[in-house]
């Protein structure tokens, strides 16, 4: 969680950071062709993948439970709201008992972001609807996009934990903020503490910890599976930084799914769709 808070008006070096990464990579494939790339990437169809885990640690009251799990919006350029909200939409329609974000909502700018954090809000997932903060999140100002992630009714995780009920079943639900290094991603993990059922991280690098402590779930994002990747290879990609780059993940009886998320970083996916990851759990094979 940050601990200075930014100015009023005043921009971060890592805000201006990606402001020359986003020229770099954004603006000017888009110039070079004249908007057609950025087109075709906003119009590309969004996967429905589904994903079932089997893992005995997980509460046999709550078998057969569906988390609808999105990641990486990116609400910019390369994702208009109007795009966004249709993506939500197609969420909503798998019936999902619960909603997870792990973050970067937007790209660059906070502001903007309210009605896409409604629709989330408003899926009519009976559990409700969660997230956590990506480092994309807090470029700009991440107060902002907590404000109107709360006032939409969503429920914001930042290094804290959650029991949510289905059918009298509880679940316990950890989510963390963004952090880079192995080291950060273990602490934030290790201040929650024992007994979570679930975790939300943007970054992967928080599965080791998780692992390490039981819980059978980690959900992340952030890699976008690296936008380009090899056939039939999904971890095979160019998120070079990153050990687990996308899809399912299991290491001392504990599961990760990383998504690709259904935004990005530049206008372009190959062998590597945008998804919406739809995640049944089980207690016992069938």
Known sequence: ???????????SAKYHRARLRHFLFTSGPHRLTGGRLTRRHIARPVAIREIE????????????LRIAH??????????????????????????????????????????????LLKALAETGAPM????????????????????????AGMTVLRNRSIELSRRGARLSVGGIDWARSQKACAAHVERLGAGRDLLLAHNPRAFQQ????????????????GQIAIKNRPNANLAFTQKRRAGLFEENGSH???????????????????????ITMRCAAA
């Open 70 to 115: 999105v990641s990486d919006f990116h609400l910019g350029d390369l994702l208009p709201l109007e795009r966004g909200i249709e993506i939500v939409s197609l969420l909503a329609d798998q019936s999902p008992d619960l909603v997870a974000c792990t973050g970067d909502v937007v790209d660059l700018h906070a502001a903007g972001a309210e009605p």
């Open 210 to 225: 998780a692992s390490k402590m039981g819980i059978p779930l980690t959900l992340s994002g952030h890699t976008h599976g």
């Open 1 to 11: 969680m940050s601990t200075r808070p930014q100015q009023p008006g005043k921009k």
């Open 128 to 151: 409700g609807s969660l997230l956590v903060l990506g480092n994309h999140d807090e470029l700009d100002d991440e107060r902002v996009v907590v404000r109107m992630a709360e006032k």
């Open 256 to 278: 990760l799914y990383v998504t690709t998320g259904v935004g990005a970083w530049f206008p372009l996916r190959v062998n590597c769709p945008p998804e919406i990851a739809m």
């Open 53 to 64: 885990i089997v893992n005995p640690r997980w509460p046999a009251a709550l078998d057969g």
